[in-house]
Structure formats: structure tokens, C-alpha cells
């Protein structure tokens, strides 16, 4: 991603899924090798127990809002915000715009497909958890694949390279540009 970062030159990232903020840290310091930059993160924090991050398949453990904080806070030329909630009820439906967003929150096709529909109109969209390979997970419920593969294939770029998943199957990153 960060070659996407270099490509694009964003002056306003979002992510939809902060947990600790390392993701953060590594685009907006990237990104603001090049411009200020404003950063807005949506995610649960500790509003939401294990039982919801099971629920949302997140097996990073929980998320912290003051440990993504601190990681921000030492960037220079960043702007950020974070958004607390679950995004059904704080993004979805509000439209927003940015140069750069990040989708790797609540693994749920109505979540990400909400997700999504709320900032569609950013320049780059990139999904994590796109699967593929054996033992994935029931893609009618989770991961990004059903959303992806219903936009124009032409918008779309499935980058080679994928993580191993602890439910099964590889994670690769599906990047949707704006025509």
C-alpha cells in the first residue's frame, strides 16, 4: 500500500478499522512525505467486546484508541480524528470523500458493503480480505469478495501478494480507483 501512497500523494486518508493504529502510522507517515495530511479513523475501540470482534471475524485482539493515538501523535504535518462506533451507525449512509481509504473493519459483507457505499466516491478504495485459496471463509458472510466482485472489473486490481488468515484461506488487498 504504501506504493499506492507514493503513487497518489493523498492529503486525506481514511480507515475504516484502526485497532492500534499501525496501519495508520505507516500511510499517514508516508503520506506526509509529501503534503499535510488529514486522517479520520472509524472504529469500535473498547465499545464493543470480544464477543462482537469474534462476531466481526478481528483476531488481532482489541483495539485501543489511546495506543493508535499515540502513534499518530508523533507525526508531523498530520491532522487526525478518530470516529468511535460501530460504522453502521457512524459512516454508513453518510457519504464521505477522501484522496485514500482503507477498509479492513468489521469483516461482515453487510458491514463492509455499508462501508464501502459510504466512500465510493474517494479516489482509491482498498479492501482488505479479499480471500481466495483453500478453507476460506464463508464468503456470503464475510470478507470483502462480494462487494468487490460486483463493481466494474475494470475499476479493480487484486494485488498479488496475500496474508495467511487464522480462519482460513489468503488475504490478498482489492484496490478500486475511481475512473
Known sequence: MLALIDEIKPRSIIEVGVHRGMRANQLCT?????????YTGFDVFDMMDAAFQEAALNGKGMPSKDVAANRLNRIERLTHSF?????????????????FAFIDGDHRVDAIRGDYEALKSCT??????YYVGDNKPDL?????????????????????IGDGCKHGGYSHLAVVRLP
Open 30 to 38: 508516508q503520506a506526509t512525505k509529501y503534503n499535510d495530511v488529514t
Open 83 to 99: 470516529v468511535v462506533g460501530d460504522t453502521r451507525e457512524t459512516l454508513h449512509g453518510k457519504p464521505r470523500t477522501a484522496d
Open 124 to 129: 482509491v478504495v482498498v479492501f482488505d480480505d
Open 140 to 160: 456470503s458472510l464475510y470478507g470483502a469478495n462480494a462487494v468487490v466482485d460486483a463493481l466494474p472489473p475494470e475499476l479493480v486490481t487484486i494485488l498479488p
